[in-house]
């Protein structure tokens, strides 16, 4: 039997023909108070808690993405997505924004009635994150985090579904990198996505996806 070959997982990076290798893709769980509001939880500022994506549930932006299996309610969660080119464990949130190699637009596919069963069950989430191509993800804009003013939205088949701004996250993007590396150590690599405004909700077989930050190159995708 040959040993296999396995692709490593990759972004596509703005205006370049190099791309962004993916180690670990992590993800902050209701980060937008009006979100956390309609998920039922509370959005003080409690401390963040985290979940992982596999590293290959990347999807470029112009895709066609075959509809999951297992689910009859699929979610959309456009987020900011933080890409390392740093890393280390118990990171200084004056030092973690030294750490970013640049910014994308992605999208949290969330199968909600799994995760639902799961919550109430006391199960991981897994299968209800974490599921082949659940991680849309736009071209990497090298540079700084966007200024908080920025708009981040979402629009199914031309209808605007989310909207808000960077600064209704509870948590800013070094405070969750400082954060984070105090539970894994983060390296190169790394996606971080960082939470999604409130809005979320289902999409359909068919139905066209465009996400967006602006000031970041936009995401779109659609659904076979
Ligand atoms: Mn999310």
């Not at 030092?95 to 639902?116: H, M, N, P, S, Y």
């Not at 199960?123 to 191509?133: I, L, V, Y």
């Not at 981040?152 to 954060?179: F, K, Y």
């Amino acid at each position: 039997m040959n040993i296999p070959t396995v692709s490593a997982p990759s972004v596509a990076i703005h205006d370049s023909d190099a791309r962004f290798p993916v180690r670990r893709i992590f993800c902050v769980g209701q980060n937008y108070a009006e979100h956390a509001r309609e998920m039922g939880g509370d959005p003080e500022r409690q401390q963040p808690f985290f979940f992982s994506k596999p590293a290959d549930a990347v999807v470029p932006s112009g895709a066609t993405i075959p509809f999951p299996g297992r689910t009859e309610d699929l979610h959309h969660e456009v987020e900011l997505v933080i890409a390392l080119a740093g890393g280390g464990a118990d990171v200084a949130v004056d030092a973690a924004e030294r750490l970013i190699f640049g910014c994308a637009v992605g999208v949290d596919l969330t199968r909600r009635d799994l995760q639902a069963v799961a919550k109430k069950a006391g199960r991981p989430w897994d299968m209800a994150k974490g599921f082949d191509r659940s991680a849309p993800i736009g071209a990497i804009l090298p540079g700084a985090v966007p200024e908080r003013a920025a708009a981040i939205t979402l629009d199914v088949n031309g209808d605007r579904r989310q909207s808000g701004v960077l600064a209704d996250m509870i948590w800013a993007p070094a405070e969750i990198i400082a954060i984070l590396s105090t539970y894994v150590r983060l390296a190169p690599g790394d996606l971080i996505f960082t939470g999604t405004p409130a809005g979320v909700g289902r999409l359909e077989r068919g139905d066209a996806v465009a996400a967006a930050v602006a000031g970041l190159p936009a995401l779109t995708f659609d659904l076979a």
